[in-house]
């Protein structure tokens, strides 16, 4: 009974330490934005990010509704290859897409932050509480990591809506194992 709540502790622990540096690196994040960016570029990109968050709501539903329907065997296979394939897809979309804060790519992200909360659940559903929490610290450091990297060119804009899509990506490749 002792080592059972020990483990369960240690899992814990991991899940709070994990979410307490994402919230930091999530913070740091909108320092650098708030530094790098003009006060113009980033009032709209804040004001994108706000609108998406009322549409994250799928993504939260998903996830909940995992829990209660969760995939197993073959099937599961089946739709974490076809969630992982429509990313690629989504990755190749983004960069052929011109407008930058545009519908086209808000749909894009919302659709991968939906099959992203389904991945979370499944994970959720099957208590890989551990797996959940270096999910969530991924996404936290390539969050941080894409506006870091030079290669976004002349529009920072852009590398910082990119992260808002590419976020998801390695977190849910990493559940899909």
């Known amino acids: 009974m002792l080592r059972q709540l020990r483990n369960h502790l240690r899992s814990g622990g991991w899940f709070f330490a994990a ?15 708030s530094r790098e960016l003009t006060t113009a570029h980033f009032a709209a990109l804040n004001g994108w ?7 994250f709501f799928l993504g939260g539903v998903l996830q909940y509704g995992s829990n209660f329907f969760p995939s197993s065997g073959r099937r599961l296979k089946v739709e974490l290859a076809f969630i992982n394939l429509m990313s690629l897809l989504f990755l190749w979309l983004w ?6 804060l545009g519908f086209r790519r808000a749909l894009m992200i919302l659709l991968s932050s939906a099959a992203y909360g389904w ?21 936290a450091i ?11 060119g002349d529009n920072r804009i852009e590398a910082y809506e990119y992260s808002f899509l590419a976020i998801n990506f390695p977190s849910q490749w990493i559940g899909s194992i």
């Open 19 to 33: 979410g307490l540096a994402a919230g930091v690196l999530n913070y740091g994040f909108q320092v650098i934005a």
């Open 49 to 55: 990010f706000a609108n998406l968050a009322i549409f």
């Open 95 to 100: 960069f052929i897409e011109d407008e930058p």
């Open 119 to 139: 991945v979370m659940g499944q994970i959720q559903f099957r208590l890989a509480f551990t797996l959940l929490a270096a999910t969530g610290l991924l996404q």
């Open 142 to 152: 390539m969050k941080v990591a894409i506006v870091l990297v030079p290669w976004a």
